[in-house]
Nanobody
């Protein structure tokens, strides 16, 4: 069972930047794709970004394309989310999650489904003020 711990959230003004990190333990990190999700009050959890196990493929929600960058450092068992040009609508709790299947490539619809991931972290709050 994978354990995930997020860090890096906080309060930032619109236009600012934050870098989230997620440290993984409990299984071979480099074998699994990783995703960042977010959930705002009253809304469903949504995929923000996903990076493949090989780092060759990334996917972003349309709302964050060009502003957010997902990356991973397998030697440190860590995945990152660099968030630039933040907007008030980015305010949410951000979660990282690990693909439940190793070494797989999935289509976008599958990548967006939260039940395709396991080992959810506790989440980190990101608040963007206007």
């Amino acid at each position: 069972q994978v354990q995930l711990v997020e860090a890096g959230g906080g309060l930032v003004q619109a236009g600012g930047s934050l870098r989230l990190s997620c440290a993984a333990s409990g299984r071979t990190f480099s074998s699994y794709a990783m995703g960042w999700f977010r959930q705002a009050p009253g809304k469903e959890r949504e995929l923000v970004a996903r990076i493949s196990w090989s780092r060759s493929t990334t996917h972003y929600a349309d709302s964050v394309k060009g502003r957010f960058t997902i990356s991973r450092e397998n030697a440190k068992n860590t995945v990152y989310l660099q968030m630039n040009s933040l907007k008030p609508e980015d305010t949410a709790v951000y979660y990282c999650a690990a693909d439940r299947v190793a070494f797989r490539s999935v289509d976008v619809a599958t990548a967006r489904r939260a039940n395709e991931y396991d080992g959810w972290g506790q989440g980190t709050q990101v608040t963007v003020s206007s």
